[in-house]
């Protein structure tokens, strides 16, 4: 359980520098704030796929050492 909360935390804080990036080429004006939101939302959506992923791995393992 640990193991798999330490990997969510990672990921969030992945998701968390990816958001901050985008700000900041917002406000060099590199990209538009509607592109912005676009890849806000596939961060966003990203992250809940391997947030997912890791729940189901924990899932996994938890009824492979309820087996023995």
Same mark, same amino acid.
């Given at each position: 359980?640990?193991?798999?909360?330490?990997?969510?935390? @990672?990921?969030?804080?992945?998701?968390?520098?990816?958001?901050?990036?985008?700000? #900041?080429?917002? $406000?060099?004006?590199?990209?538009? %704030?509607?592109?912005?939101?676009? @890849?806000?939302?596939?961060?966003?959506?990203?992250?809940?796929?391997?947030?997912? #992923?890791?729940? $189901?791995?924990?899932?996994?393992? %938890?009824?492979?050492?309820?087996?023995?």
């Amino acid at each position: 359980r640990n193991e798999a909360e330490q990997g969510k935390v @990672a990921v969030r804080n992945i998701r968390r520098d990816a958001l901050g990036d985008l700000k #900041e080429l917002v $406000k060099e004006k590199l990209i538009t %704030e509607d592109d912005e939101r676009r @890849a806000h939302d596939e961060v966003q959506k990203l992250t809940d796929h391997f947030v997912a #992923e890791i729940d $189901k791995v924990l899932a996994a393992k %938890e009824a492979d050492l309820m087996e023995i």
